[in-house]
Protein backbone atom coordinates (compact mmCIF):
# COMPACT_ATOMS: atom_id res chain seq x y z
CA UNK A 1 0.00 0.00 0.00
CA UNK A 2 1.11 3.36 -0.96
CA UNK A 3 0.06 6.13 1.30
CA UNK A 4 0.09 9.49 0.50
CA UNK A 5 -2.48 12.64 1.58
CA UNK A 6 -5.83 12.33 1.54
CA UNK A 7 -7.13 15.33 -0.88
CA UNK A 8 -10.63 14.10 -2.71
CA UNK A 9 -12.85 11.56 -1.25
CA UNK A 10 -14.38 8.85 -2.30
CA UNK A 11 -12.98 5.20 -4.29
CA UNK A 12 -11.78 4.46 -7.36
CA UNK A 13 -10.77 1.31 -8.81
CA UNK A 14 -8.60 1.03 -11.99
CA UNK A 15 -5.81 0.56 -13.77
CA UNK A 16 -2.80 2.87 -14.01
CA UNK A 17 -2.17 5.50 -16.26
CA UNK A 18 1.57 6.12 -16.02
CA UNK A 19 1.85 10.08 -17.20
CA UNK A 20 5.54 10.73 -17.21
CA UNK A 21 6.37 14.65 -17.32
CA UNK A 22 7.57 15.08 -20.98
CA UNK A 23 11.11 16.59 -20.47
CA UNK A 24 11.18 20.35 -22.45
CA UNK A 25 14.22 19.42 -24.51
CA UNK A 26 15.48 22.56 -26.53
CA UNK A 27 19.25 23.70 -27.45
CA UNK A 28 19.78 26.62 -24.30
CA UNK A 29 22.70 27.97 -26.15
CA UNK A 30 21.04 27.69 -29.75
CA UNK A 31 21.44 31.36 -31.25
CA UNK A 32 18.29 32.76 -32.42
CA UNK A 33 17.50 35.57 -35.24
CA UNK A 34 15.65 38.22 -32.81
CA UNK A 35 13.02 38.90 -34.91
CA UNK A 36 11.35 35.61 -36.28
CA UNK A 37 12.38 34.20 -32.25
CA UNK A 38 10.45 37.07 -30.69
CA UNK A 39 7.38 36.15 -33.49
CA UNK A 40 7.48 32.44 -32.11
CA UNK A 41 7.10 33.80 -28.76
CA UNK A 42 4.36 35.82 -29.42
CA UNK A 43 2.39 32.88 -31.67
CA UNK A 44 2.67 30.95 -28.66
CA UNK A 45 1.87 33.38 -25.90
CA UNK A 46 -1.29 33.95 -28.12
CA UNK A 47 -2.17 30.14 -28.44
CA UNK A 48 -1.86 29.13 -24.86
CA UNK A 49 -3.58 32.49 -23.85
CA UNK A 50 -6.47 31.14 -26.18
CA UNK A 51 -6.32 27.74 -25.16
CA UNK A 52 -6.84 28.57 -21.94
CA UNK A 53 -9.84 31.26 -22.33
CA UNK A 54 -11.63 28.34 -23.95
CA UNK A 55 -11.37 25.70 -20.97
CA UNK A 56 -11.89 28.63 -18.69
CA UNK A 57 -15.29 29.15 -20.60
CA UNK A 58 -15.91 25.48 -20.52
CA UNK A 59 -15.55 25.89 -16.76
CA UNK A 60 -17.47 28.44 -16.52
CA UNK A 61 -20.84 27.01 -17.71
CA UNK A 62 -20.36 23.93 -15.06
CA UNK A 63 -22.35 24.79 -11.87
CA UNK A 64 -19.58 23.44 -9.34
CA UNK A 65 -16.96 24.22 -11.23
CA UNK A 66 -16.78 27.96 -12.59
CA UNK A 67 -14.66 29.10 -9.59
CA UNK A 68 -12.37 26.26 -11.25
CA UNK A 69 -12.22 28.87 -13.65
CA UNK A 70 -10.28 31.87 -11.26
CA UNK A 71 -6.99 29.87 -11.55
CA UNK A 72 -6.87 29.26 -15.18
CA UNK A 73 -8.12 33.52 -15.37
CA UNK A 74 -4.32 33.81 -13.21
CA UNK A 75 -2.43 32.00 -16.16
CA UNK A 76 -4.04 33.81 -18.47
CA UNK A 77 -2.47 36.73 -16.34
CA UNK A 78 0.98 35.31 -16.05
CA UNK A 79 1.55 34.55 -19.60
CA UNK A 80 0.26 38.29 -20.97
CA UNK A 81 2.42 39.91 -17.98
CA UNK A 82 3.66 42.65 -19.17
CA UNK A 83 6.91 42.76 -16.59
CA UNK A 84 7.79 39.25 -17.54
CA UNK A 85 6.89 39.34 -21.41
CA UNK A 86 9.35 41.94 -21.49
CA UNK A 87 12.22 40.22 -20.10
CA UNK A 88 11.98 37.37 -21.83
CA UNK A 89 12.53 39.90 -25.23
CA UNK A 90 14.87 41.16 -23.48
CA UNK A 91 16.73 38.07 -23.56
CA UNK A 92 15.36 37.55 -26.89
CA UNK A 93 16.72 40.13 -28.17
CA UNK A 94 20.32 39.48 -26.61
CA UNK A 95 20.41 36.20 -29.20
CA UNK A 96 18.40 33.72 -26.83
CA UNK A 97 16.33 31.11 -28.22
CA UNK A 98 12.26 32.10 -26.98
CA UNK A 99 12.14 28.72 -24.84
CA UNK A 100 15.64 29.51 -23.40
CA UNK A 101 14.57 32.96 -22.51
CA UNK A 102 11.44 32.25 -21.19
CA UNK A 103 12.42 29.69 -18.88
CA UNK A 104 15.41 31.68 -17.69
CA UNK A 105 13.04 34.46 -16.89
CA UNK A 106 10.37 31.92 -15.17
CA UNK A 107 13.03 30.34 -13.12
CA UNK A 108 13.90 33.44 -11.60
CA UNK A 109 10.52 34.03 -10.69
CA UNK A 110 9.62 30.93 -9.35
CA UNK A 111 12.95 30.41 -7.45
CA UNK A 112 11.77 33.83 -5.54
CA UNK A 113 8.25 32.34 -4.77
CA UNK A 114 9.26 28.91 -4.20
CA UNK A 115 10.80 29.28 -0.58
CA UNK A 116 8.09 31.77 0.74
CA UNK A 117 6.53 31.11 4.16
CA UNK A 118 3.47 32.18 2.90
CA UNK A 119 1.14 29.53 1.02
CA UNK A 120 -0.74 31.54 -1.83
CA UNK A 121 2.99 32.86 -2.77
CA UNK A 122 4.50 29.09 -3.18
CA UNK A 123 0.86 28.16 -5.24
CA UNK A 124 1.93 31.38 -7.31
CA UNK A 125 5.48 29.99 -8.13
CA UNK A 126 3.49 26.28 -9.03
CA UNK A 127 1.67 28.66 -11.79
CA UNK A 128 4.07 30.53 -13.19
CA UNK A 129 6.03 26.71 -13.88
CA UNK A 130 3.02 25.67 -15.63
CA UNK A 131 2.12 28.45 -17.80
CA UNK A 132 6.68 28.03 -18.75
CA UNK A 133 5.81 24.15 -19.23
CA UNK A 134 2.39 24.90 -21.03
CA UNK A 135 4.29 27.85 -23.26
CA UNK A 136 7.33 25.59 -24.34
CA UNK A 137 5.24 22.66 -25.09
CA UNK A 138 3.82 25.17 -27.90
CA UNK A 139 6.65 26.24 -29.12
CA UNK A 140 8.38 22.71 -29.34
CA UNK A 141 5.08 21.70 -30.79
CA UNK A 142 5.06 18.51 -28.36
CA UNK A 143 1.21 17.53 -27.23
CA UNK A 144 0.46 14.55 -25.47
CA UNK A 145 -2.70 12.57 -26.28
CA UNK A 146 -2.48 9.76 -23.52
CA UNK A 147 -5.03 11.49 -20.96
CA UNK A 148 -7.37 12.24 -24.01
CA UNK A 149 -6.88 8.85 -25.85
CA UNK A 150 -7.07 7.07 -22.31
CA UNK A 151 -9.12 4.08 -21.64
CA UNK A 152 -12.10 4.21 -19.68
CA UNK A 153 -11.60 3.39 -16.09
CA UNK A 154 -7.79 4.79 -15.46
CA UNK A 155 -6.11 5.67 -12.66
CA UNK A 156 -3.96 8.66 -13.67
CA UNK A 157 -0.42 8.40 -12.00
CA UNK A 158 1.94 11.59 -12.43
CA UNK A 159 4.33 13.68 -10.83
CA UNK A 160 1.76 16.77 -10.50
CA UNK A 161 -1.02 18.15 -12.73
CA UNK A 162 -1.59 21.21 -14.00
CA UNK A 163 -4.68 23.40 -14.04
CA UNK A 164 -5.19 23.32 -17.54
CA UNK A 165 -4.86 19.24 -17.95
CA UNK A 166 -7.50 19.15 -14.26
CA UNK A 167 -9.53 21.60 -16.51
CA UNK A 168 -10.00 19.02 -19.59
CA UNK A 169 -9.88 15.61 -17.98
CA UNK A 170 -12.92 13.34 -18.94
CA UNK A 171 -14.05 11.48 -15.69
CA UNK A 172 -15.21 8.69 -17.49
CA UNK A 173 -11.80 7.74 -18.80
CA UNK A 174 -10.32 9.44 -15.40
CA UNK A 175 -11.77 7.76 -12.23
CA UNK A 176 -9.21 8.29 -9.78
CA UNK A 177 -6.07 10.64 -9.15
CA UNK A 178 -2.53 9.45 -7.56
CA UNK A 179 -0.25 12.34 -7.62
CA UNK A 180 3.58 12.50 -6.19
CA UNK A 181 3.31 16.14 -5.19
CA UNK A 182 0.73 18.92 -4.47
CA UNK A 183 -1.80 18.50 -1.06
CA UNK A 184 -5.19 19.79 -0.52
CA UNK A 185 -4.69 23.27 -0.83
CA UNK A 186 -2.79 22.43 -4.81
CA UNK A 187 -4.48 23.37 -7.54
CA UNK A 188 -4.84 19.92 -8.78
CA UNK A 189 -6.85 18.98 -5.19
CA UNK A 190 -8.84 22.19 -5.29
CA UNK A 191 -9.94 20.21 -8.84
CA UNK A 192 -10.21 16.89 -7.82
CA UNK A 193 -13.06 17.83 -5.23
CA UNK A 194 -14.85 20.18 -7.20
CA UNK A 195 -15.08 17.29 -10.06
CA UNK A 196 -15.34 14.64 -7.35
CA UNK A 197 -12.54 12.75 -8.83
CA UNK A 198 -10.76 10.16 -5.84
CA UNK A 199 -7.60 12.14 -5.45
CA UNK A 200 -4.27 11.20 -3.36
CA UNK A 201 -1.73 13.62 -3.33
CA UNK A 202 1.88 13.42 -2.01
CA UNK A 203 2.55 9.59 -2.92
CA UNK A 204 6.37 10.05 -3.14
CA UNK A 205 7.79 8.12 -6.10
CA UNK A 206 4.40 6.52 -7.00
CA UNK A 207 5.57 6.78 -11.20
CA UNK A 208 8.66 4.49 -10.01
CA UNK A 209 6.12 1.83 -7.73
CA UNK A 210 3.72 1.47 -9.84
CA UNK A 211 3.32 0.25 -13.38
CA UNK A 212 1.52 0.94 -16.62
CA UNK A 213 -1.68 -1.15 -16.31
CA UNK A 214 -1.27 -1.86 -12.69
CA UNK A 215 -5.00 -2.41 -10.91
CA UNK A 216 -5.16 -0.43 -8.39
CA UNK A 217 -7.95 1.17 -5.59
CA UNK A 218 -7.59 4.97 -4.55
CA UNK A 219 -8.88 5.28 -1.42
CA UNK A 220 -9.61 9.18 -1.47
CA UNK A 221 -10.73 9.67 2.19
CA UNK A 222 -7.69 7.59 3.72
CA UNK A 223 -5.20 8.89 1.54
CA UNK A 224 -4.54 5.51 0.32
CA UNK A 225 -3.54 3.47 -2.97
CA UNK A 226 -3.46 -0.06 -3.00
CA UNK A 227 -1.53 -1.66 -5.34
CA UNK A 228 -2.23 -5.11 -6.69
CA UNK A 229 -5.20 -5.84 -4.53
CA UNK A 230 -6.35 -9.43 -3.88
CA UNK A 231 -9.75 -10.31 -4.43
CA UNK A 232 -11.27 -10.15 -0.88
CA UNK A 233 -9.83 -6.52 -0.57
CA UNK A 234 -11.30 -5.91 -4.51
CA UNK A 235 -14.57 -6.65 -3.22
CA UNK A 236 -14.93 -5.02 -0.25
CA UNK A 237 -13.92 -1.89 -2.18
CA UNK A 238 -16.15 -2.37 -4.77
CA UNK A 239 -19.06 -2.59 -1.92
CA UNK A 240 -17.73 0.37 0.08
CA UNK A 241 -17.81 2.80 -3.57
CA UNK A 242 -21.50 1.20 -4.03
CA UNK A 243 -22.12 2.66 -0.96
CA UNK A 244 -20.59 6.18 -1.70
CA UNK A 245 -21.93 6.37 -5.25
CA UNK A 246 -24.98 5.83 -3.45
CA UNK A 247 -25.14 8.72 -0.86
CA UNK A 248 -23.59 10.62 -3.66
CA UNK A 249 -26.73 9.69 -5.50
CA UNK A 250 -29.07 10.80 -2.47
CA UNK A 251 -27.40 13.53 -2.15
CA UNK A 252 -28.53 14.95 -5.28
CA UNK A 253 -31.93 15.13 -3.41
CA UNK A 254 -30.76 18.02 -1.09
CA UNK A 255 -29.39 19.98 -3.97
CA UNK A 256 -32.54 21.69 -4.29
CA UNK A 257 -34.52 22.15 -0.99
CA UNK A 258 -34.50 24.35 1.58
CA UNK A 259 -31.84 23.77 4.60
CA UNK A 260 -34.38 22.52 7.45
CA UNK A 261 -33.21 20.70 10.56
CA UNK A 262 -35.31 17.63 11.84
CA UNK A 263 -37.15 19.70 13.97
CA UNK A 264 -38.08 22.20 10.98
CA UNK A 265 -35.68 25.49 11.97
CA UNK A 266 -34.56 26.75 8.82
CA UNK A 267 -30.69 27.32 8.11
CA UNK A 268 -30.52 28.71 4.94
CA UNK A 269 -27.27 27.42 2.88
CA UNK A 270 -25.25 30.44 0.77
CA UNK A 271 -22.48 30.49 -1.47
CA UNK A 272 -18.77 31.74 -1.50
CA UNK A 273 -17.91 32.91 -4.81
CA UNK A 274 -15.09 34.76 -6.14
CA UNK A 275 -16.13 36.37 -9.69
CA UNK A 276 -19.58 37.58 -10.49
CA UNK A 277 -20.22 35.02 -12.95
CA UNK A 278 -20.14 32.10 -10.57
CA UNK A 279 -23.41 33.35 -8.77
CA UNK A 280 -25.54 31.82 -11.25
CA UNK A 281 -23.91 28.63 -11.36
CA UNK A 282 -23.99 28.39 -7.03
CA UNK A 283 -27.53 28.82 -6.96
CA UNK A 284 -28.16 26.50 -9.66
CA UNK A 285 -25.90 24.07 -7.24
CA UNK A 286 -28.16 24.33 -4.65
CA UNK A 287 -27.09 27.45 -3.07
CA UNK A 288 -29.92 29.62 -1.47
CA UNK A 289 -28.49 33.06 -2.07
CA UNK A 290 -24.85 34.10 -2.26
CA UNK A 291 -23.36 34.84 1.32
CA UNK A 292 -20.03 35.66 0.49
CA UNK A 293 -18.32 37.38 -2.94
CA UNK A 294 -14.73 38.23 -2.09
CA UNK A 295 -14.07 41.10 -4.02
CA UNK A 296 -10.39 41.04 -3.93
CA UNK A 297 -10.32 38.70 -6.94
CA UNK A 298 -11.68 41.52 -9.68
CA UNK A 299 -8.59 43.69 -8.62
CA UNK A 300 -5.93 40.22 -9.23
CA UNK A 301 -3.69 39.50 -12.25
CA UNK A 302 -3.75 43.09 -13.99
CA UNK A 303 -1.81 46.04 -14.33
CA UNK A 304 -5.11 48.63 -12.88
CA UNK A 305 -8.14 48.21 -10.43
CA UNK A 306 -11.12 48.08 -12.28
CA UNK A 307 -13.31 51.14 -12.05
CA UNK A 308 -16.23 52.63 -10.84
CA UNK A 309 -18.41 51.36 -14.21
CA UNK A 310 -16.57 48.10 -14.41
CA UNK A 311 -17.00 47.12 -11.26
CA UNK A 312 -20.77 48.14 -10.77
CA UNK A 313 -21.28 45.75 -13.34
CA UNK A 314 -19.36 42.67 -12.36
CA UNK A 315 -21.61 43.23 -8.90
CA UNK A 316 -24.77 43.94 -10.68
CA UNK A 317 -24.09 40.70 -12.64
CA UNK A 318 -23.82 38.75 -9.34
CA UNK A 319 -26.69 40.37 -7.79
CA UNK A 320 -28.62 39.05 -11.05
CA UNK A 321 -26.72 35.83 -11.41
CA UNK A 322 -28.77 35.22 -7.36
CA UNK A 323 -32.01 36.16 -9.08
CA UNK A 324 -33.27 37.79 -6.02
CA UNK A 325 -31.98 36.02 -3.66
CA UNK A 326 -29.83 37.46 -1.15
CA UNK A 327 -26.29 38.23 -1.88
CA UNK A 328 -23.83 39.57 0.37
CA UNK A 329 -20.88 41.31 -1.08
CA UNK A 330 -17.57 41.64 0.59
CA UNK A 331 -15.61 44.75 0.11
CA UNK A 332 -11.76 44.89 -1.41
CA UNK A 333 -9.76 42.50 1.90
CA UNK A 334 -6.39 43.17 0.40
CA UNK A 335 -3.31 42.48 2.28
CA UNK A 336 -2.15 39.45 4.38
CA UNK A 337 -1.66 36.71 2.17
CA UNK A 338 -3.71 38.20 -0.93
CA UNK A 339 -1.39 40.23 -2.83
CA UNK A 340 -3.20 42.63 -4.99
CA UNK A 341 0.17 44.25 -7.25
CA UNK A 342 -2.02 46.73 -8.76
CA UNK A 343 -2.84 48.41 -5.86
CA UNK A 344 0.50 48.57 -5.23
CA UNK A 345 -0.16 47.42 -1.42
CA UNK A 346 3.10 47.29 0.35
CA UNK A 347 5.03 44.03 1.71
CA UNK A 348 5.04 44.08 5.13
CA UNK A 349 7.11 42.38 7.40
CA UNK A 350 4.36 40.63 8.76
CA UNK A 351 1.42 40.78 6.56
CA UNK A 352 -1.30 39.32 9.09
CA UNK A 353 -0.82 41.58 11.40
CA UNK A 354 -0.71 44.38 8.87
CA UNK A 355 -3.08 46.86 6.89
CA UNK A 356 -5.26 44.50 5.60
CA UNK A 357 -9.11 44.06 4.64
CA UNK A 358 -11.20 47.46 5.79
CA UNK A 359 -7.54 48.45 7.59
CA UNK A 360 -5.96 49.19 4.00
CA UNK A 361 -9.42 51.09 2.62
CA UNK A 362 -9.76 53.40 5.01
CA UNK A 363 -6.19 54.85 4.38
CA UNK A 364 -6.87 54.37 1.02
CA UNK A 365 -10.30 55.75 0.50
CA UNK A 366 -10.24 57.05 -2.86
CA UNK A 367 -10.17 53.37 -4.24
CA UNK A 368 -12.39 52.71 -1.23
CA UNK A 369 -14.83 55.38 -2.50
CA UNK A 370 -14.73 53.63 -6.19
CA UNK A 371 -15.79 50.14 -4.52
CA UNK A 372 -19.05 51.83 -2.37
CA UNK A 373 -20.25 53.71 -5.52
CA UNK A 374 -19.99 50.94 -8.07
CA UNK A 375 -22.11 48.71 -5.13
CA UNK A 376 -24.25 51.30 -4.23
CA UNK A 377 -25.52 51.74 -8.19
CA UNK A 378 -25.33 48.15 -8.50
CA UNK A 379 -27.93 47.82 -5.99
CA UNK A 380 -29.88 50.63 -7.11
CA UNK A 381 -33.91 49.64 -6.43
CA UNK A 382 -32.52 45.89 -5.06
CA UNK A 383 -30.95 44.36 -2.38
CA UNK A 384 -27.81 44.24 -1.32
CA UNK A 385 -25.53 42.96 2.05
CA UNK A 386 -22.33 44.84 2.53
CA UNK A 387 -19.85 43.28 4.39
CA UNK A 388 -16.62 44.44 5.66
CA UNK A 389 -13.65 42.21 6.16
CA UNK A 390 -10.37 42.09 8.80
CA UNK A 391 -12.58 44.36 11.45
CA UNK A 392 -11.24 44.93 14.84
CA UNK A 393 -12.58 48.14 16.42
CA UNK A 394 -16.14 50.06 16.32
CA UNK A 395 -14.48 53.02 15.07
CA UNK A 396 -13.87 51.06 11.21
CA UNK A 397 -17.21 49.80 11.37
CA UNK A 398 -18.32 53.76 12.04
CA UNK A 399 -15.86 55.36 9.63
CA UNK A 400 -17.20 52.83 6.97
CA UNK A 401 -20.46 53.88 7.16
CA UNK A 402 -20.14 56.97 6.80
CA UNK A 403 -18.22 56.74 3.56
CA UNK A 404 -20.67 54.98 2.32
CA UNK A 405 -23.36 57.85 2.92
CA UNK A 406 -20.87 59.57 1.59
CA UNK A 407 -20.79 57.25 -1.88
CA UNK A 408 -24.27 57.51 -1.58
CA UNK A 409 -24.61 61.79 -1.39
CA UNK A 410 -22.20 62.18 -3.93
CA UNK A 411 -24.28 59.73 -6.33
CA UNK A 412 -27.07 61.35 -5.24
CA UNK A 413 -25.93 64.89 -6.26
CA UNK A 414 -24.61 63.30 -9.23
CA UNK A 415 -28.48 61.94 -10.16
CA UNK A 416 -27.18 58.74 -10.31
CA UNK A 417 -29.36 55.94 -9.56
CA UNK A 418 -28.26 54.67 -6.19
CA UNK A 419 -29.48 51.97 -3.37
CA UNK A 420 -31.02 53.94 0.12
CA UNK A 421 -29.61 52.28 2.66
CA UNK A 422 -28.20 48.98 2.63
CA UNK A 423 -27.77 46.74 5.48
CA UNK A 424 -24.04 46.57 6.58
CA UNK A 425 -22.08 43.79 8.04
CA UNK A 426 -18.75 42.61 9.43
CA UNK A 427 -16.02 40.04 9.45
CA UNK A 428 -15.41 38.82 12.57
CA UNK A 429 -11.93 37.01 11.87
CA UNK A 430 -9.64 38.90 14.20
CA UNK A 431 -9.68 38.12 18.49
CA UNK A 432 -10.44 41.82 18.66
CA UNK A 433 -14.07 41.50 16.74
CA UNK A 434 -14.83 38.44 18.63
CA UNK A 435 -14.02 39.76 22.39
CA UNK A 436 -16.28 42.83 21.00
CA UNK A 437 -19.10 40.89 19.65
CA UNK A 438 -21.89 41.94 21.77
CA UNK A 439 -21.07 45.34 20.80
CA UNK A 440 -20.43 45.12 17.10
CA UNK A 441 -23.90 42.85 16.60
CA UNK A 442 -25.79 45.90 17.93
CA UNK A 443 -24.50 48.29 15.48
CA UNK A 444 -23.92 45.89 12.77
CA UNK A 445 -26.58 44.59 10.34
CA UNK A 446 -25.38 41.16 10.72
CA UNK A 447 -22.16 39.21 11.54
CA UNK A 448 -20.25 36.42 9.12
CA UNK A 449 -17.62 34.43 10.76
CA UNK A 450 -14.69 34.14 9.07
CA UNK A 451 -12.53 31.06 10.34
CA UNK A 452 -10.37 30.84 8.22
CA UNK A 453 -8.48 33.84 9.56
CA UNK A 454 -10.17 33.66 12.53
CA UNK A 455 -8.63 29.82 14.05
CA UNK A 456 -5.12 31.49 12.39
CA UNK A 457 -5.52 33.94 14.80
CA UNK A 458 -7.07 32.20 17.72
CA UNK A 459 -4.11 30.03 17.64
CA UNK A 460 -1.64 32.35 16.95
CA UNK A 461 -0.28 30.49 14.47
CA UNK A 462 0.88 30.46 10.65
CA UNK A 463 -0.93 27.28 8.89
CA UNK A 464 1.66 27.64 6.00
CA UNK A 465 4.16 26.88 8.67
CA UNK A 466 4.38 22.82 9.36
CA UNK A 467 6.47 23.10 13.10
CA UNK A 468 3.22 24.64 14.05
CA UNK A 469 0.78 23.59 11.50
CA UNK A 470 -0.96 21.03 13.98
CA UNK A 471 -1.98 23.96 16.29
CA UNK A 472 -4.60 25.47 13.70
CA UNK A 473 -7.25 23.46 14.47
CA UNK A 474 -10.83 24.49 14.30
CA UNK A 475 -11.37 21.07 16.53
CA UNK A 476 -10.01 23.36 19.20
CA UNK A 477 -11.76 24.15 22.51
CA UNK A 478 -10.45 27.84 22.41
CA UNK A 479 -11.81 28.31 18.82
CA UNK A 480 -15.31 26.47 19.79
CA UNK A 481 -15.64 28.34 22.91
CA UNK A 482 -15.16 31.71 20.50
CA UNK A 483 -17.93 30.65 18.07
CA UNK A 484 -20.40 29.94 20.68
CA UNK A 485 -19.42 33.57 22.29
CA UNK A 486 -19.86 35.16 18.96
CA UNK A 487 -23.17 33.65 17.79
CA UNK A 488 -24.51 33.91 21.36
CA UNK A 489 -23.84 37.56 21.25
CA UNK A 490 -25.60 37.67 17.55
CA UNK A 491 -28.51 35.96 19.00
CA UNK A 492 -28.92 38.44 22.24
CA UNK A 493 -28.95 41.31 19.66
CA UNK A 494 -30.64 39.72 17.07
CA UNK A 495 -28.01 40.32 14.31
CA UNK A 496 -28.48 37.40 12.42
CA UNK A 497 -24.61 35.29 12.60
CA UNK A 498 -23.16 33.62 9.64
CA UNK A 499 -20.54 31.25 9.67
CA UNK A 500 -18.44 31.58 6.10
CA UNK A 501 -15.04 30.17 6.31
CA UNK A 502 -14.18 26.69 5.05
CA UNK A 503 -15.23 25.24 8.26
CA UNK A 504 -19.08 25.81 7.24
CA UNK A 505 -18.46 23.02 5.26
CA UNK A 506 -17.08 21.10 7.54
CA UNK A 507 -20.62 18.66 8.58
CA UNK A 508 -18.95 17.52 12.12
CA UNK A 509 -18.81 20.87 13.02
CA UNK A 510 -22.34 21.43 11.06
CA UNK A 511 -24.50 20.39 14.58
CA UNK A 512 -22.14 22.45 16.94
CA UNK A 513 -23.32 25.65 14.90
CA UNK A 514 -26.64 25.04 14.78
CA UNK A 515 -26.71 24.05 18.61
CA UNK A 516 -24.84 27.45 19.08
CA UNK A 517 -27.52 29.42 17.28
CA UNK A 518 -26.30 30.12 13.91
CA UNK A 519 -28.89 31.64 11.56
CA UNK A 520 -26.90 30.58 8.11
CA UNK A 521 -24.23 29.34 6.52
CA UNK A 522 -21.61 29.98 3.91
CA UNK A 523 -19.92 27.56 1.41
CA UNK A 524 -18.45 26.39 -1.70
CA UNK A 525 -21.29 25.39 -4.17
CA UNK A 526 -20.10 21.55 -4.29
CA UNK A 527 -20.57 21.08 -0.03
CA UNK A 528 -24.15 22.18 0.24
CA UNK A 529 -25.83 19.11 -0.85
CA UNK A 530 -23.78 17.19 2.56
CA UNK A 531 -24.22 19.98 5.02
CA UNK A 532 -28.09 20.39 4.11
CA UNK A 533 -28.48 16.58 4.41
CA UNK A 534 -26.45 16.77 7.77
CA UNK A 535 -28.90 19.78 9.13
CA UNK A 536 -31.94 17.74 8.02
CA UNK A 537 -30.18 14.68 10.03
CA UNK A 538 -30.15 16.79 13.53
CA UNK A 539 -33.13 18.50 15.89
CA UNK A 540 -31.94 21.59 17.90
CA UNK A 541 -31.93 19.43 20.96
CA UNK A 542 -29.97 16.79 20.03
CA UNK A 543 -27.40 19.40 18.28
CA UNK A 544 -27.22 20.71 22.02
CA UNK A 545 -27.07 18.08 23.98
CA UNK A 546 -23.86 17.23 21.62
CA UNK A 547 -22.42 20.87 22.25
CA UNK A 548 -22.50 20.22 25.86
CA UNK A 549 -20.99 17.04 25.89
CA UNK A 550 -18.15 18.81 23.33
CA UNK A 551 -18.25 21.22 26.12
CA UNK A 552 -17.06 19.79 28.63
CA UNK A 553 -13.97 17.84 26.39
CA UNK A 554 -10.01 19.31 27.14
CA UNK A 555 -8.60 18.91 24.29
CA UNK A 556 -8.77 19.39 20.22
CA UNK A 557 -8.31 15.09 19.82
CA UNK A 558 -11.02 14.70 22.54
CA UNK A 559 -13.31 17.03 19.95
CA UNK A 560 -12.57 15.50 16.46
CA UNK A 561 -13.25 12.35 17.86
CA UNK A 562 -16.59 12.76 19.63
CA UNK A 563 -17.56 14.64 16.45
CA UNK A 564 -16.54 12.33 14.16
CA UNK A 565 -18.03 9.19 16.68
CA UNK A 566 -21.48 11.42 16.09
CA UNK A 567 -21.31 12.43 12.80
CA UNK A 568 -24.72 11.18 10.98
CA UNK A 569 -24.38 10.43 7.17
C1 LIG B 1 -12.15 33.78 6.46
O1 LIG B 1 -11.16 34.34 6.90
O2 LIG B 1 -12.66 32.76 6.98
C2 LIG B 1 -12.82 34.29 5.25
C3 LIG B 1 -13.98 33.82 4.85
O3 LIG B 1 -12.15 35.20 4.55
P1 LIG B 1 -10.96 34.84 3.54
O4 LIG B 1 -10.86 33.34 3.47
O5 LIG B 1 -11.31 35.47 2.26
O6 LIG B 1 -9.79 35.46 4.21
MG1 LIG C 1 -10.53 36.25 6.11
Known amino acids: ?112 FSDSHDELTRLRAEDIRDVRNAIIHLLLGVEDDSIREAPKGSILVAEELSPSVMADLDTERIVGLVLEKGGPASHAGIMARTMGLPAVCGVRGAADKLSQGDFVIVDGSRGAVISSPGEKVVAEYRRKREVQLEERRCMEDFRDRRTLSADGIEYPLYCNISMPCAAGGAIEAGGEGIGLFRTEYLFMNRSSPPGEDEQAAAYSQAIDGAGGRQVVIRTL ?166 VCGETAADPRLTPLYMSYGVTSL ?38 REALDGAARV
Open 333 to 498: DVGGDKSVPCLGVRQEENPFLGLRGVRWCLQNQDIFLTQLRALLRAAAGRSLHILLPMISALSELRACRRLIEKAREQLTNEGKPCAGSLPVGVMIETPAAAVIADQLSREAAFMSIGTNDLVGYIMACDRGNPAVGSLYDPFHPAVLRVLKHIIRCGSASGAPVC
Open 1 to 112: MLQGIAVSDGIALGRVLLLRAQALVFDEARSADPGPEAERFTKAVGAFCDNTMSRMRHLQQLPVRAEDSKILETHIGIAGDPELNSRVRELIESGLCAEAALSRVCDMYIAA
Open 522 to 559: SLPAGAIPRVRKTVSLWTKAEADSLSEAVGRLDTAKEV
